[in-house]
């Protein structure tokens, strides 16, 4: 007997609509072409003319498939000659025709779509969120050409102070201009604050100090006017300013800046330019930009180490990184045999200079928590797709028998898979979209509710990386559902699945095997996520906990710039000061008040190397360096700071001769540990060639010990000998932070600090005014948007698992139905069943648990500076995480184990 | 179908009326409604399997006639087609289009008596 379905599909061109409409078509026509063969044959036919009269049925075999599609809604064929000759033409068209029933089958499973799209929308958003701040703020910190051949150089002097350094001195600048070879430009600049009056009101307005040559160096042009020239970074020639765009346009509108005067901090400055309005370089957002300009002393040995400005460079074309560090440690040498005195010191304190790409320097504070976050980002994608994996699974044996049926029906393998890719990638891209907007919603949220700290200031949007990197990852997760989706396709033989009512041995074992791992992998990322979240959230506690030294409540904290033109001599400034002091404790509720160079919890803060008479260091020891603070009497009063010996300064230090000097205990065990520091006698080189004890050398004799407090932050991070203070009348300064102790309310308090300080000079502007517990809270803000960020990912983990684990159970209830239907018959009880399946869930859940523990600890290292008090592998976090998933997992659990026991054996057996 | 084009747009508008009509009666299979074209029309009209199925989908497509895959004991599964409420609607329209077509053929290129 002939085949006649053999005849049509070798005969028949691809139609390229839904396989299982063309294999109907085919049999179709085999049953009429055999049909017809055989009643030839009854007539009297001979075998040839009853093949022959077949053949003529279907003259042009072209032409048939070509009606046939025409008549067939899924689709039209691709003219003939396009179809023969371009393959590609034929694939596209194909993809487009798999979309449209990909779509059409999509539509069919609403849930299952709906449930995907979701899980799927939930965890590319987080990626997009997180995507977003990495791309803007670690890939692209620096918006000016070719920002990665900018180089930021820096002495260091790690024994001294162990934090790594970012400046320079001015010696150094024009040491590397000379030297530094591999280098095409070179700049140093400064960040400045200056009092502007903007419509009849003194503001503080924040600038940059810097040489003429930055503006080259970034290659940046003026929209208006023009840049500095050279001689302008030269004294007597630095009278001039640049403008930001917005300043330009707060100050005139639309009418030229070129040639007008501004007058910053009461000195007048002629405005030559306005640089552009996306012109972004450095943090706080310069308003306006000085010349640098040097005196002969700047310039000199004597202005070295004297380390403030930042030096940068700009690679030439042809030279690395590396030859700018060996040219740099070509010039440390010079300068160690130029300075033989300061060389064995400078060799102890571990001197030399740096050379980092200056993106890397930006952002270094940021790098660590957003890689983080952005790994617990993949984690929740990861888990996520766990649980769409899991659902395709599933999906893909209920589909199984519909699929055994094309594959019977002659439709291809490669057919069935491509449809159940273009699926997957429908379901990838949908959620893409999805997950674009409202990760980008998400992100513009986050920085709604000021958790924003993670960005550095630098502004994050979604720009073409970000769109690219959701598409990516769509595409991805498409493209893994689809795979798996296809999975049962593998254990498909088509006789069995229909035979077998889907119940195929070798397949489900398989899928099982595939869905266990799978939801192991699950809770093991999620353990690892919520370990992370866990230790974040103890860390964030300890660091509330802190006690910083000092009180924090009721402290309100100002700062303001008394200027050189209206004060001009150190006495002006004392007699100001003094005054100032004097209303401020007038006004009602406030205790006391002060004045000090360092507001403790901003991050900012000076310090510089402090010497002990008779102190005698070990061979190699280096200078040591603390924590420098200027005060005036009552700045402890007022901070609420503990003294452990001696006195706090008082009336009788305001003698501007008096070579007092007060300690903390952390200095004092330093250089007298079982002593009384108490009349000890200490100095502090002003510079480098002051470092040795001369008749010059000017001794400050300690009056008094107070308790350690926490200046730069709640952690302690700045590594420095201990803190040491000068009394303020001795070593007046202009820009002075204020402290003042209120026992009424701080806003009340700073309407009234206000106001005083306007009675004595309207001119004066006092800014940046905030309690101490707001200082706090913003020193915090960088964890705190981590730690949020991290329990949000954390949180979305616990859900998609506990989602994961119920339906896995769930079906695995579902399909073992009758089984536990003869399990309950043979005489199991309720609780038994329940017991079977919690065991189940149990193992997995406890595979997981420690699949993740280990993982925890293999990955310990990686969190380790983003903590505070609590040890990576805290074994109380860790057991808390792991009886937390386990909850959560076990009544994921109970929910269809419940139903496994209440299920009815006659029903169950009868099922089929 | 012949190449001819004219006779092509010939069979094609009245294709779907004779295989309309061959289900009038009841539901008969692709083969079945080939047979009954060729022997009513006296071996005039004769449709081969190229020519039938594109117009059976056509009609199905249109909703005109429905198709089931019937199998019945010791026989091969076949399709069976039958009309549509929408079908016989159709049928009974084509039917008088026809033969008022017809007709005025009839009289337009008859002899002329005047």
Not at chain 1, 212 to 228: C, E, I, K, T, Y
Not at chain 1, 759 to 782: C, K, N
Request: contains cysteine; charged residues 20%; glycine residues 10%.
């Amino acid at each position: 007997m002939r085949d006649f379905r053999a005849h049509v599909r070798q005969h028949l061109p691809a139609l390229n609509i839904s396989a299982v409409r063309e294999a109907k078509i085919v049999e179709e026509l085999a049953v009429q072409l055999e049909e017809l063969y055989v009643r030839l044959q009854q007539d009297g036919a001979t075998e040839e003319a009853a093949w022959s009269e077949v053949e003529r049925q279907v003259p042009s075999w072209q032409e048939l498939a070509r009606d046939l599609v025409a008549s067939t809604p899924q689709g039209c064929l691709p003219p003939e000659a396009e179809h023969r000759s371009s393959r590609r033409r034929l694939l596209t068209f194909g993809l487009l025709h798999d979309t449209k029933i990909g779509l059409r089958v999509l539509w069919k499973e609403r849930t299952f779509v709906t449930v995907s799209v979701l899980t799927l929308a939930v965890c590319v958003s987080v990626n997009v969120a997180i995507f977003t701040l990495v791309n803007s703020v670690l890939f692209h910190p620096l918006r000016v050409p070719e920002p990665d051949r900018i180089v930021l150089m820096a002495s260091q002097f790690p024994k001294i102070n162990p934090n790594v350094s970012i400046n320079s001195s001015p010696p150094d600048y024009f040491d590397r201009l000379r030297s530094i070879t591999a280098l095409e430009e070179q700049a140093m600049y400064n960040f400045t604050g200056q009092t502007l009056e903007i419509a009849g009101v003194h503001e503080r307005v924040a600038g940059m100090i810097a040489t003429p040559s930055l503006f080259r160096l970034l290659r940046v042009s003026a929209v208006q006017g023009r840049l500095f020239d050279d001689s302008e970074g030269e004294i007597g020639h630095e009278a001039k300013v640049l403008l930001s765009y917005g300043l330009w346009q707060e100050l005139y509108g639309d009418e030229t800046a070129v040639g007008k005067e501004i007058r910053l901090s009461g000195r007048s400055y002629t405005v030559v330019g306005v640089l552009p309005r996306d012109f972004a370089f450095g943090r706080g957002q310069p308003r306006f930009w000085l010349p640098m300009a040097f005196t002969d002393q700047q310039k000199s040995d004597e202005g070295r180490f004297n380390n403030g400005p930042f030096s940068i460079g700009r690679l030439r074309k042809d030279a690395t990184l590396e030859q700018v560090r060996q040219q740099l440690k070509a010039l440390d040498g010079v300068i160690l045999e130029s300075l033989p005195a300061l060389k064995p010191m400078l060799l102890n304190a571990g001197f030399q200079t740096t050379a980092e790409p200056l993106a890397d320097i930006m952002v270094r504070d940021f790098k660590e928590p957003l890689y983080l976050l952005w790994a617990g980002a993949t984690l929740v994608l990861l888990i996520g797709g766990v649980n769409l994996c899991n659902l395709s699974l599933v999906r893909g044996r209920v589909r199984a028998k519909e699929m055994a049926t094309q594959l019977a029906l002659g439709a291809g393998w490669w057919r069935l898979f491509r449809q159940l890719l273009v699926q997957g990638l429908v379901l990838g891209v949908g959620a893409g979209i999805v997950g674009f907007l409202t990760g980008t919603a998400l992100l513009s949220g986050l920085q709604a509710i000021g958790l924003s700290g993670l960005s550095g200031g630098i502004t994050a949007s979604a720009d073409i990386p970000v769109v690219v990197f959701s598409f990516g990852v769509s595409v991805l997760c498409g493209l893994a559902i689809g795979l798996v989706s296809a999975v049962p396709l593998l254990g498909v033989h088509f006789g069995t699945v229909l035979h077998d009512g889907g119940r195929t041995k070798t397949s489900g074992r398989r899928a099982r095997v595939a869905r266990s791992g799978l939801i192991i992998a699950q809770i093991a990322f999620a353990f690892a996520l919520l370990t992370g979240a866990g230790l974040l959230l103890v860390s964030f506690r300890n660091l509330l906990a802190v006690d910083p030294g000092f009180k924090r409540e009721g402290l309100v904290t100002a700062f303001l710039s008394i200027p050189r033109t209206a004060y001009p001599t150190d006495s002006d400034v004392r007699v100001f000061t003094a005054r100032m002091l004097e209303s401020l404790r007038r006004i009602p509720g406030v205790s006391n008040a002060a004045a000090t160079s360092t507001v403790p919890l901003t991050g900012n803060y000076s310090s510089g190397p402090i010497l002990a008479e008779g102190y005698v260091p070990k061979a190699g020891e280096s200078v040591i360096s603390g924590i420098r603070m200027v005060i005036t009497p009552g700045y402890f009063e007022t901070m609420g700071i503990g003294l452990r010996r001696g006195r706090f300064y008082g009336a009788q230090d305001s003698d501007s001769n008096a070579s007092v000097i007060v300690i903390d205990e952390k200095l004092a065990r330093r250089f007298w540990p079982n002593e009384d520091p108490i009349g000890k006698r200490m100095f502090r080189p002003a510079n480098a060639r002051e470092i040795f004890v001369d008749s010059n050398t000017r001794w400050q004799t300690v009056i008094g010990v107070v308790e350690e407090t926490r200046v730069r932050d709640l952690q302690q991070s700045d590594g420095l000998a201990g803190t040491y203070y000068l009394p303020y009348w001795m070593n007046p300064f202009r820009d002075i932070g204020l402290v003042a102790r209120t026992e009424a309310d701080a806003a009340a308090t700073i309407r009234s600090v206000r106001a005083e300080l306007a009675q004595i000079d309207a001119g004066i502007p006092i800014f940046d005014v905030r309690s101490m517990d707001e200082r706090a809270d913003l020193l915090l803000v960088p964890r705190k948007s981590a730690l949020s960020l991290a329990v949000l990912f954390g949180s979305v983990a616990l859900f998609l698992s506990a989602v994961g684990i119920y339906g896995v159970l769930g079906y695995l209830v579902a399909q073992r139905t009758r089984e536990i239907g003869i399990r309950i018959a043979l005489g199991s009880t309720a609780q038994g069943i329940l017991k079977l399946i919690v065991r189940e869930g149990l193992l997995l859940i406890g595979v997981g648990i420690a699949c993740g523990l280990l993982g925890a600890l293999a990955l310990r290292r990686l969190l380790v500076t983003q903590l505070y008090g609590v040890g990576p592998s805290d074994p109380l976090v860790l057991s808390l995480v792991a009886l937390l998933l386990g909850v959560i997992a076990l009544i994921a659990c109970w929910f269809p184990a419940h139903r496994a026991s209440r299920v009815n054996p006659v029903t169950a057996l009868n099922w089929e | 179908m012949q190449s001819n084009s004219d006779e092509n747009s010939l069979k094609k508008g009245t294709a779907e009326l004779l295989v309309l009509a061959q289900l009038e009666q009841g539901p008969r299979h692709g083969y079945e409604i080939a047979l009954r074209i060729e022997s009513r029309s006296g071996g005039l009209v004769s449709f081969n399997v190229a020519s039938l199925y594109p117009i059976l989908y056509r009609l199905e497509e249109r909703g005109l006639i429905s198709g089931l895959w019937v199998e019945k004991a010791g026989q091969r599964r076949r399709r069976f087609y039958k009309l549509t409420a929408a079908g016989r609607k159709m049928l009974a329209q084509q039917r008088e289009t026809w033969s008022a077509f017809m007709t005025a053929v009839q009289r337009a290129a008859g002899p002329d008596y005047a």
